[in-house]
């Protein structure tokens, strides 16, 4: 089965850094596309990044040049550094993943991670 598990949300000042973490389980890692999407309260879902098999990354054009996608196929492990952290970016963050990129692109991955906080104050 299945198993995505984020972690590294929390609560900081805008200007600040994070990282969250995803560390998945049950699947063949790289055959699997895999990204991140948030949530914030009152709003659609909406994705933030996603990376290809081959290494390619794809970011939401606010996120550009502050956030960064990447993985650690040794540890199974997708990450998320986010720099330079505004108000707007408060949301909840998920990991997901999927066999088929459009669907992942699209934002209807068969595998969705529980979701970490993140919580930027002006």
């Known amino acids: 089965q299945v198993q995505l598990v984020e972690s590294g949300g929390g609560s900081v000042q805008a200007g600040g850094s994070l990282r969250l973490s995803c560390v998945a389980s049950?699947?063949?890692?790289?055959?699997?596309?895999i990204g991140w999407f948030r949530q914030a309260p009152g709003k659609e879902r909406e994705r933030v990044a996603v990376?290809?098999?081959?290494?390619?990354?794809s970011y939401k054009d606010s996120v550009k040049g502050r956030f960064t996608i990447s993985k650690d196929g040794a540890k199974n492990t997708l990450y998320l550094q986010m720099n330079s952290l505004k108000p707007e970016d408060t949301a909840m963050y998920y990991c997901a993943a999927d066999l088929n990129y459009a669907r992942l692109w699209l934002g209807y991955p068969n595998y969705w991670g529980q979701g970490t906080q993140v919580t930027v104050s002006s």
């Open positions: 990376i290809d098999s081959n290494g390619s990354t």
């Open positions: 049950g699947y063949t890692y790289s055959n699997y596309y």
